[in-house]
């Protein structure tokens, strides 16, 4: 891992920029590796929060919570048994109504980037939450059992 530093004080571009400070960050920018960049910033990301992923099995008495995002969620048709749906964008806006003694579990499609971040989110509001790897596709996928999705109006 290593730290992008870009040096502004005027002797490390006025030999071949002058006074144009802009194109001598233009010019640094242009140069890095973007891609290079995003996945060295994943694999930290994945570092970081694997510890928190919980397996199938594994859920046991906790709350489930629903973070697919709102559009994936309203066409969906399914949710894992007992599971609530909770609005992944408004974090901080329901956080402070699920039980802070209880363990919490969130899925999201796939058990990436929302599942993730959410569990994150929540464990930084001091909640005891993980996310379920793999999501509520590989539950699917597993076989597992799915309930129907509850009525309009009925998510937090």
């Known amino acids: 891992m290593g730290i992008l530093a870009l040096d502004m004080y005027e002797h490390a571009y ?3 920029f002058g006074a144009a400070a802009g194109a001598y960050v233009d ?5 890095i590796d973007w891609a290079a960049v995003y996945g060295r910033y ?3 990301v994945h570092a970081a929060c694997e510890p928190f992923g919980v397996a199938q099995d594994d859920i046991g008495d906790a709350l489930l919570l ?3 995002r709102a559009g994936v969620f309203d066409q969906a048709s399914t949710v894992l048994p007992g599971a609530r749906w909770c609005d992944p964008s408004a974090v901080a806006d329901w956080s402070g109504n699920v039980p802070a003694d209880r363990a919490l ?9 929302v599942g993730r971040v959410t569990a994150m989110r929540l464990r930084a ?9 793999g999501g509520i596709d590989a539950w699917q ?10 009525a309009a109006g009925s998510a937090t």
């Open 125 to 133: 509001a001091g909640l005891d939450a993980r996310y379920l790897r």
């Open 42 to 44: 994943q694999q930290a």
């Open 105 to 113: 579990v969130v899925y999201c499609v796939y058990g990436y980037e």
């Open 66 to 68: 629903d973070v697919r």
């Open 14 to 16: 006025h030999l071949d």
């Open 141 to 150: 996928a597993a076989g597992r059992p799915l309930a129907d999705k509850p």
């Open 27 to 31: 010019a640094f920018m242009a140069n």
